[in-house]
Structure formats: structure tokens, C-alpha cells
């Protein structure tokens, strides 16, 4: 199911809030009607996927607690494999075996699996809780609210990618405590805004990148082409991934759960760390906290760090999807990141305005590798960008490039949104149900657009 569907805004977010609220008294009651509409959602593109994280979390679940009755590691070793044994195969399999067939020079067989949607997202989450449970940081929760922390409908798909301590201790909360009111005001401004940001923007830029970046494929593109191709996926990716989250915050708020912040305004970095602080912010701190600390950091010297970094940012690339170029746009910004902390190790501060252009000229040639669908595509476009295509035409779409732009920078995140409004005024809440019917009737014009990462 789409966040930004008719049936999901005038059908299920309603039914499922008023069940919700109607037996708001009793915890386990409102933590099964979360678990069913969860179920519901995630089975609504196709029902026998459910099994699949149902089996991983319980799964999981028997594994924590057979380390907890005999106190040794291995059942939360066999655990951390399994999950990723799921994700890989379902992920990586065709892309292990076309690259060992490029290797070896043999045929062979695919197994041309369906990806799973938000297969990447939970995998993560139940990893975080078995590392936990091994640092002895993580407690044995009942099946129940440990399925729901997993399974809760609004971050399943596509994150934020949540933690067990920052969500659980939420679900014994009544959501009928003060501010409820508020909460849900709130939740519906910021899912309102992802929603204007995905139908909108995203779709709109989708339908100018899409062409081009096929034309790409098939001759150079000329000057005014590729910069249209390359900023128009720039903002199209940031407010696809950014509407996603922010429906997801907006929509869990309506429960009364407060879900981590995920994006805060990225394309106003004025350095590549501070992009990344900035960037996607669940997975940087989860590939900071469960793998790069863990493989030394920048505690054991220079080398080590390197190493530390590359690895880590070539991981987060794959784990983007299955294919060399997410590995070298990993790469790249694991150079990046280094050559930054380098920078500023020198304690040379790059004026501001220097420093943003430096960062957003590099974060635009990754996310050209990023989008490309191969280094020969990568290579032609990125030449094309000095004009190597021909220095003829003109940026399309002009109009909407700036749009994208001022949404980017000026728009603030959900969670300064939840922390700065503290009652929405009459006036934000006519423009919000005005701008939430605009995108209705918008998205009934033609089939809702599937977000970037909606199968991932």
C-alpha cells in the first residue's frame, strides 16, 4: 500500500486511527490493532510475503531467547546470519552470480527472485537487536511488542530504520495522554508536507529524469541535457525518500509514537560529514554504531581508519542495491570522507559558501554513478557535464528545478517541525487541508507513483 493513495488517506489511515483510539485503554489491544493493520499494509502488494518478516522476527525472537535460558553466543551468531542469509539471497544472489560468471567466463543460472519490499530496512533492525542482545544492551521483550517494533506499519517499508530502545518503551505510553491534540495536528501537517513533496515534486522531476537518463544510454547528452538529468535526480531522490519519511513520522505521530528523525536539509551541507549528518541519518548511525566503531574507527590510527571507513561506505553502497556502480558511489564518498576528515585535521576552515559548492559538486557526480545503470552510462554523463556531449541546450524544467531547490532548502524537517510548532495556527491548518485535497485529486488523475525505495 502507498502512503500518498486515495485508499490509504480517505480509508485505512482513518479506519485504523479510530479502531485505534477506540481501545486506546487497553495496551494489548491497541498493540494488535497495530500489528494487523501492519499486516494488512505490508500485505497489500502481495500477501505471501507476510510470511517473511513474521518469520524472521519470530525467528529472531526464539534465537534471543535461547540465549537468554543458556547464556551463550551462538544462538545470537546463528541469529545475525540467518538475517543476513535472508537479505542476501533475496537481494544478492543474481548479483553474486553474474559477477562470478563475469569472473570464471561460465553461464550461470539465475534464480530471478522477487525483492521483498522494506526487506533491507527490518533485516537491519533485527540485526541491531542481536548485536545489542550480545553487548548485553538489549532486554528479552515479549513476543508481542517486539513484533510490533518491527513490524509497525508506517517505518516498515522503507525506514526510518528504528531501533528496539526507541520505539518499545513507546508502546506502553497511553496515546491518549497530554498533548494528543497536538500530536495529532502535528502528524498531519508533516504527512501532509511528505505528501505535497512526493506528488508534487518527486513524481513530477521522475517524469523529466526517466528519458533522460534512457537517452543516456544510448548516445551522450549534451550540456543543457545532463544538467537537467543530474539535478532533477538530485532533488527527485532527496524529496521522494524524504516525503516517504515524513508520512511515516506523520502517520506513526497520529499513534502517539515518535519515530527518529531520518533527513534534516542535506543540500545545505558545507562538507561531506556534515552531508552525511545530515543524510539518511538512521542508516549513518546505524553503519557508524555496527560497523565502522566496530572495526576501529578512528581510535587505532590513520590506517586503520581508512580501512574502517572504505569498508563501511562500500557496504553502505551495496546495500543500496545489487550492483558495482552503489559500490563505487559507496566508495566515493568513503574518499570523500576521508579526505575531509584530512581536511580538517589541517585546521584550515573552507569558507562556507566554497565548502557548500565543493560538497554538492561531489555529492552531484555520486549521485550520477548512483543512478546510472552502468559505469559506461556514469562515464558519458559525467563527461557530458563539461560539455564533452556537445555544449549546445538548455536546462529543462527550469521552473521546477527551482521549486525542488527552494522545497529542499527551505522546507524543515519533520522533527524541527515536532520540536519548533507548538500548536498549528488556523491559517497552517486551512493551507494544509487545502494542499492535502490538491494532492488528492492530483493523485487521481493517473496511478500513484511507487516511491524510490518502496522495493528495497
Given at each position: 500500500m502507498l502512503f500518498q493513495s486515495q485508499f490509504y488517506v480517505l480509508v485505512f489511515l482513518p479506519a485504523v486511527t479510530l479502531l485505534y483510539y477506540s481501545v486506546a485503554g487497553s495496551e494489548l489491544a491497541r498493540q494488535w490493532c497495530l500489528i494487523g493493520a501492519s499486516l494488512v499494509f505490508y500485505g497489500w502488494w502481495d500477501a505471501r510475503f507476510v510470511i517473511l518478516p513474521v518469520t524472521q522476527i519470530l525467528a529472531t525472537w526464539l534465537l534471543a531467547l535461547a540465549h537468554q535460558r543458556t547464556g551463550r553466543r551462538a544462538p545470537l551468531i546463528v541469529g545475525v546470519v540467518v538475517n543476513l542469509l535472508s537479505l542476501g539471497t533475496f537481494k544478492y544472489l543474481d548479483f553474486i552470480l553474474g559477477s562470478a560468471e563475469t569472473t570464471i567466463g561460465i553461464t550461470l543460472p539465475r534464480a530471478h527472485l522477487i525483492l521483498p519490499i522494506g526487506i533491507s530496512f527490518f533485516s537491519f533492525q533485527l540485526i541491531s537487536y542481536l548485536v545489542d542482545r550480545m553487548r548485553g544492551e538489549a532486554p528479552i521483550y515479549p513476543l508481542r511488542p517486539f513484533a510490533l517494533f518491527v513490524l509497525l506499519y508506517p517505518h516498515l517499508i522503507a525506514g526510518p530504520i528504528v531501533r528496539h530502545n526507541e520505539l518499545v518503551p513507546q508502546f506502553s505510553l497511553d496515546p491518549r495522554r497530554e498533548g494528543l491534540w497536538?500530536?495529532?495536528?502535528?502528524?498531519?501537517?508533516?504527512?501532509?508536507?511528505?505528501?505535497?513533496?512526493?506528488?508534487?515534486?518527486?513524481?513530477?522531476l521522475g517524469a523529466v529524469v526517466d528519458p533522460l537518463f534512457a537517452d543516456a544510454r544510448l548516445h551522450a547528452l549534451n550540456l543543457g541535457d545532463a544538467w537537467t538529468a543530474v539535478l532533477a535526480f538530485s532533488f527527485q531522490l532527496f524529496l521522494d525518500f524524504s516525503a516517504y519519511t515524513e508520512m511515516a513520522i506523520g502517520s506513526a505521530l497520529i499513534f502517539g509514537l515518535i519515530l527518529p528523525e531520518n533527513f534534516r536539509r542535506p543540500y545545505l551541507a558545507t562538507d561531506i560529514r556534515d552531508f552525511w549528518r545530515r543524510w539518511h541519518i538512521t542508516l549513518s548511525s546505524f553503519l557508524r554504531d555496527y560497523l565502522y566503531i566496530p572495526l576501529g574507527g578512528s581510535r587505532h590510527g590513520l590506517w586503520r581508519y581508512l580501512l574502517a571507513t572504505m569498508v563501511t561506505m562500500g557496504l553502505c553502497g551495496l546495500w543500496h542495491g545489487a550492483g558495482w556502480t552503489f559500490v563505487a558511489w559507496g566508495l566515493w564518498h568513503g574518499v570523500g570522507l576521508a579526505t575531509c576528515h584530512g581536511w580538517q585535521r589541517l585546521g584550515r576552515p573552507m569558507p562556507k559558501l566554497a565548502g557548500w559548492v565543493v560538497t554538492m559538486l561531489f555529492v552531484l557526480i555520486g549521485w550520477v554513478v548512483f543512478r546510472a545503470a552502468s559505469f559506461g552510462v556514469a562515464g558519458s554523463m559525467l563527461m557530458s557535464l563539461v560539455g564533452e556531449g556537445g555544449a549546445g541546450g538548455a536546462l529543462h524544467e527550469i521552473k521546477l528545478l527551482l521549486l525542488a531547490a527552494l522545497a529542499s532548502a527551505l522546507i524543515p524537517s519533520a522533527h524541527e517541525i515536532i520540536n519548533g510548532l507548538k500548536n498549528p495556527r488556523p491559517m497552517v491548518s486551512v493551507a494544509g487541508a487545502l494542499l492535502a485535497v490538491y494532492c488528492l485529486l492530483e493523485v487521481g488523475t493517473k496511478a500513484p507513483v511507487s516511491f524510490i525505495y518502496f522495493q528495497f
Open positions: 497536538r500530536r495529532i495536528a502535528i502528524g498531519l501537517v508533516i504527512f501532509t508536507i511528505g505528501f505535497g513533496k512526493k506528488v508534487l515534486l518527486a513524481d513530477k
